[in-house]
T-cell receptor
Framework: DSGVTQTPKHLITATGQRVTLRCSPR?????VYWYQQSLDQGLQFLIQ???????AKGNILERFSAQQFPDLHSELNLSSLELGDSALYFC??????????????????FGPGTRLLVL | DAKTTQPPSMDCAEGRAANLPCNHS???????VYWYRQIHSQGPQYIIH???NNETNEMASLIITEDRKSSTLILPHATLRDTAVYYC?????????FGAGTRLTVKP
């Protein structure tokens, strides 16, 4: 158990719909990251937050958005869903943001993921 | 465009050491090498990281060459539960880029 929680575990929805995925980081971690893993694909970095502020963007579609709240939990919003959005979505957290010099504090701990199926 | 190169797959006999290589020839002087693994569709699991010196923890050992252009993750006594995809990662800017990794299969 990494200490990172994600809800829901599974989500089935229809094309065109909107869903919200939730992530609670490990206690004390200020950084949150979101990743997408499609079937037989590698992990794709989507977005990073640090203490409520967006810090880095990866391959995140304009239909997707995220935020980190004052209590440090984060939500990933996926809208106008398409079949190709079906994937595992992982959240990770770390004490300090990935990208700062130094190690250890950058170590990311991943949640169990949310499996999204768009029909 | 991960900055690392790993063999796509490896096999290892149960109880033997598994040695997983990684090339990271463009690594910068202050960048750490991280290793993660992903068992089936679970969330990636942190294994170990290092900068210059060899590192060891309860899960594995990390051997980094003197020129830092490559490293080897060693699982000293592989078990069937170590079957997973292993990722070697070097930071690319603010991104954590997972390549394809090495699919390690531990066989009885």
């Amino acid at each position: 158990d990494s200490g990172v929680t994600q809800t829901p575990k599974h989500l089935i929805t229809a094309t065109g719909q909107r869903v919200t995925l939730r992530c609670s980081p490990r206690s004390g971690d200020l950084s949150v990251y979101w990743y997408q893993q499609s079937l037989d694909q590698g992990l794709q970095f989507l977005i990073q937050y640090y203490n409520g502020e967006e810090r880095a963007k990866g391959n995140i579609l304009e239909r997707f958005s995220a935020q980190q709240f004052p209590d440090l939990h984060s939500e990933l919003n996926l809208s106008s869903l398409e079949l190709g959005d079906s994937a595992l979505y992982f959240c990770a957290s770390s004490p300090t943001p990935w990208g700062l010099a130094g190690g250890g504090g950058e170590t990311q701990y991943f949640g169990p993921g949310t499996r999204l199926l768009v029909l | 465009d991960a900055k690392t190169t790993q063999p796509p797959s490896m096999d290892c006999a149960e109880g033997r050491a598994a040695n997983l290589p990684c090339n990271h020839s463009t690594i910068s002087g202050n960048e750490y090498v991280y290793w993660y693994r992903q068992i089936h569709s679970q969330g990636p699991q942190y294994i170990i990281h290092g900068l210059k010196n060899n590192e060891t923890n309860e899960m594995a050992s990390l051997i980094i060459t003197e020129d830092r252009k490559s490293s080897t993750l060693i699982l000293p006594h592989a078990t069937l539960r170590d079957t997973a995809v292993y990722y070697c990662i070097v930071r690319v800017g603010k991104d954590m880029r997972f390549g394809a990794g090495t699919r390690l299969t531990v066989k009885p």
